[in-house]
């Protein structure tokens, strides 16, 4: 399944808590995408997430129902040092 990463801008501090991280994971399996990990800036401001995902409109969409932004959406390859040995 093709991954992308996710840009998210936010006006506040994250946090999440289980209640929330619960609906994410209920969205997402609606809309057939896969939240792998995520970063945190250190002011917790800025998220960038690797997600598995058919498209970027499935994407969109999720993001949308769960009201939060996506500000951009990048279809990425994974590589890592293994590849060269």
């Known amino acids: 399944m093709p991954r992308f990463i996710i840009e998210r ?4 501090q994250l946090e999440i808590d289980n209640e929330a991280k619960i ?3 209920e969205v997402n399996d609606e809309e057939g ?3 792998i990990f995520s970063f945190l800036s250190a ?7 690797l997600y598995e995902a058919p498209d970027e409109d499935s994407l969109r969409k999720a ?3 769960l ?7 990048t279809s990425v390859d994974r590589i890592d040092p293994g590849i060269f040995a």
């Open 63 to 65: 993001a949308e129902r």
């Open 23 to 25: 609906q994410i994971k």
């Open 43 to 49: 002011d917790k401001r800025k998220t960038y997430c």
């Open 9 to 12: 801008n936010f006006a506040e």
């Open 33 to 35: 995408i896969e939240w």
């Open 67 to 73: 009201n939060i932004p996506a500000d951009v959406i």
